[in-house]
Structures are given as structure tokens and as C-alpha cells.
């Protein structure tokens, strides 16, 4: 069983839907990020919390809305997408982010087609 | 600003030969080093890394990979290549001050009998 839990791990939705996905760590960890992977690009960081606070916006367009209750979830709100926003979505955890080194461990990623 | 370089986005090998993957890395001070591995449908899972203890860092399924400062270099490598570990390559990098990763483009590793 991984330690980072990601649902759906396939979305279709329409550029006018609204849905979310979501993340749950069991490691214990106080960091979780979301990270976008596309096709021929880097993974690119989108957020980052610590402690349930944003830490990090890596200047991500407004219709990418993160939401972190607890420490062990993370969700990430979509509306109003584009076709170009079709991608694998990860999410990720780590202990914390100011003991740097740290493993950060990664879930298997929510596929997202923008239709 | 850090960054990775990962040389060639294709590698190919046949099975039991010697598997080189390159990665170059630039940061203004002394960086933390990873690999990670991805295979079909999955998520990325740790290989190794390096924080500055040993310069030669083993990791699992018998990859290792060597942090040269002179070369800005941490290559990856396995002796003898089985099919299994046909799979994307993701090199990193994070500076000392948080766990902020810098990922490479990644290398896809393909495997022939």
C-alpha cells in the first residue's frame, strides 16, 4: 500500500465542470505538494504546504484552487479548465520542509483530460 | 538558481549491459542530489540520494550513482540491465534551506532482450 493515496487516478471533465481531487498521506508527514506533469516538460511544483499553511504558489493560474484541512490531506479544487491544463497530476509528501534532504514521497498521480 | 540537465531524453540497452544515465547539476552551493524512477502509470519512487555523506550513494534494484563536485555530475548507473528497469529516470536536485525539488526533463530508459 503507498503511503500517499491519490483520487481519482483518472478525471474527465469539461472546461466548464467543477471537480477536485484529493490526497491523503499515511506516513506522518507535515508537507504535501501538488506537482503537474505534462508530456516533454519538467514536473513542474504548483503548491506547497507546511503545517497546513501555503507555503509556496509557484505562480499557478487562479483555477487551480489547493485546500489542505489537515496535515494528511490535500485536495486540489479545478474550474473553468483548459485543454492544456490536460495532464498527471502528483502529489507528494515529505517530514516538513525545513530539514532539507528529506525523501519526499510521491502518490500515483490523478490523470485529468480537459475535454 | 539550481538546476539539473539530464543528457539524452531516449537511452537504450540490451539486456545485461552496463546502464549510464547523465545528469548535471548546477547550484551555487553545495546541493542534495536524487533520482527518482517512474514507471508506466505510476508514480515517481525514490532510487537514491545524495545529502554529503559518501560521494558514491547505492540505491535499490542495484542502481548507484557517483556526486562529483568537479564535474557537477551525478550520473546514475547499473551494471548489467534486466527488463525490469524499463522506466522514466528523473534526476533532482534541492538546495540546503528546504525540500523544494528541480527536477530534470527525465531520460526513458528501453530495454531489449
Known amino acids: 500500500e503507498t503511503g500517499v493515496t491519490q483520487t481519482p487516478r483518472h478525471l474527465v471533465m469539461g472546461m466548464t465542470n467543477k471537480k477536485s481531487l484529493k490526497c491523503e498521506q499515511h506516513?506522518?508527514?507535515?508537507?504535501m505538494y501538488w506537482y503537474k506533469q505534462s508530456a516533454k516538460k519538467p514536473l513542474e511544483l504548483m503548491f506547497v504546504y507546511n503545517f497546513k499553511e501555503q507555503t509556496e504558489n509557484n505562480s499557478v493560474p487562479s483555477r487551480f484552487s489547493p485546500e489542505c484541512p489537515n496535515s494528511s490531506h490535500l485536495f486540489l479544487h479545478l474550474h473553468t479548465l483548459q485543454p492544456e491544463d490536460s495532464a498527471l497530476y502528483l502529489c507528494?509528501?515529505?517530514?516538513?520542509?525545513?530539514?532539507?534532504?528529506?525523501?519526499?514521497?510521491f502518490g500515483e498521480g490523478s490523470w485529468l483530460t480537459v475535454v | 538558481a539550481q538546476s539539473v540537465t539530464q543528457l539524452g531524453s531516449h537511452v537504450s540497452v540490451s539486456e545485461g549491459a552496463l546502464v549510464l544515465l547523465r545528469c548535471n547539476y548546477s547550484s551555487s552551493v553545495p546541493p542534495y542530489l536524487f533520482w527518482y524512477v517512474q514507471y508506466p502509470n505510476q508514480g515517481l519512487q525514490l532510487l537514491l540520494k545524495?545529502?554529503?555523506?559518501?560521494?558514491l550513494v547505492k540505491g535499490i534494484n542495484g542502481f548507484e550513482a557517483e556526486f562529483k563536485k568537479s564535474e557537477t555530475s551525478f550520473h546514475l548507473t547499473k551494471p548489467s540491465a534486466h527488463m525490469s528497469d524499463a522506466a522514466e529516470y528523473f534526476c533532482?536536485?534541492?538546495?540546503?534551506?528546504?525540500?523544494?525539488?528541480?527536477f530534470g526533463t527525465g531520460t526513458r530508459l528501453q530495454v531489449f532482450p
Open positions: 545524495y545529502t554529503s555523506a559518501a560521494t
Open positions: 533532482a536536485v534541492s538546495d540546503r534551506n528546504t525540500d523544494k525539488l528541480i
Open positions: 507528494a509528501s515529505s517530514q516538513d520542509i525545513s530539514s532539507s534532504g528529506n525523501t519526499i514521497y
Open positions: 506516513l506522518g508527514h507535515n508537507a
